[in-house]
C-alpha cells in the first residue's frame, strides 16, 4: 500500500517539474548605492529584473525600479516600461548567479544603467535640467543581483494533493473490499 502511493506521488511531482532539457527563466533584485560625487544625489537604488535564462547570456523580459532616492524626484515608483533600451544583456551561471550586466535605457522621464561599458556604472538619471543622478562607477562589483527564490504554484500544489488523496481513498477502497470478502 505504500508502495503504491509512493509511486504515484513521485509520478505526480514528475508530472509536474518541467523536464531539464528547458532552460530556465530567473528573475533578480538588484540595487546599488551612489555617493556624491559621482553624482549628484546620494541613495540606494532597487529593482527587479524578469526573465533571465539560467547558464546563458539573455535579455530580461523586463526591468523595473521599485525605489529610489527621494532627491532624484522622478515619477512615483516602481519605474517600468522603458521605451528606449539601447543595451540589454546579462549573463547567468548554471548555478543561478548573474555574472555580467550591460543593460542601458533612456526615455523622456528617466535613464537607467546596470554596469555598463569598459568600467562599467550604475546610474538611475532623472531626464530634466539639470540632470539629477544616483550612480556609482564600480562597474559590476558596484551592483548587487539577487535570485529572486520561485514559489511553487498553487494548482501544482493542488494537482498533487488531489492525486495523493486519490490514491490513499483507493487503497482504503481496497481495504474494506478485501475485509468484506474475508
Known sequence: MNRMILILGAGLIGLMHPAAAHATLLDFTFSFTGTVPPGSVAGTVTGEIFGLTEGASS?????????YPVGLEPPSPPQT?????????????????????????????????????????????????????????????????????????????????IGLGAAALWQLRRRRQRGAAA
Not at 535579455?59 to 525605489?67: G, P
Request: aromatic share 8%.
Open 81 to 161: 516600461v522603458f521605451s528606449g533600451i539601447v543595451s540589454n544583456a546579462f549573463e547567468v551561471d548554471s548555478s543561478g548567479a548573474v555574472t555580467g550586466a550591460a543593460y542601458l535605457s533612456i526615455d523622456q522621464s528617466v535613464s537607467l544603467s546596470l554596469s555598463l561599458g569598459f568600467l562599467g556604472m550604475n546610474a538611475l538619471t532623472r531626464q530634466t535640467t539639470p540632470f539629477p543622478t544616483t550612480e556609482n562607477e564600480l562597474g559590476f562589483a558596484g551592483a548587487t543581483y539577487t535570485l529572486v527564490t520561485p514559489v511553487p504554484e498553487p494548482s501544482s500544489v493542488t494537482l498533487l494533493g
Open 59 to 67: 535579455s530580461a523580459t523586463n526591468v523595473i525600479v521599485v525605489s
